[in-house]
């Protein structure tokens, strides 16, 4: 089970930290995803972390102003969004998938609640 925390209201150029948590003791086993989906869009990439925290991998529309971190003591993953643009605004999603990381959605195999991230103009 993943569960997120973070996200809310924050106007274009701010930041916002969403985190995610996991119950799992296997956790370190898992790469971790992000994706968002925005009203009417399909669900789309926002980068990833792997198991062992020594890759990232981003989205073009957010890289250089997002970061991806993982504490695999404490079984938890952040998505540090800056510089925050209304295109942004979208349902954040985290998701694992077993071992080696992927930009497609449909590669995860568990999925968190998923956070609302609004930016406004």
Do not use: H
């Not at 809310?8 to 995803?33: E, K």
């Amino acid at each position: 089970q993943l569960v997120q925390s973070g996200g809310g209201l924050v106007q274009a150029g701010g930041s916002l930290r969403l985190s995610c948590a996991a119950d799992r003791r296997t956790f370190s086993s898992y790469s971790m995803g992000w994706f968002r989906q925005a009203p009417g869009k399909e669900r789309e990439f926002v980068g990833f972390i792997s198991w062992s925290g020594d890759k990232t991998l981003y989205a073009d529309s957010v890289k250089g102003r997002v970061t991806i971190s993982r504490d695999n003591d404490k079984n938890t993953v952040s998505l540090q969004m800056n510089d925050l643009k209304p295109e942004d605004t979208a349902v954040y999603y985290c998701a694992a998938k077993y071992y080696k990381g992927s930009s497609a959605a449909t590669e995860y195999d568990y999925w968190g609640q998923g956070t609302q991230v609004t930016v406004s103009s």
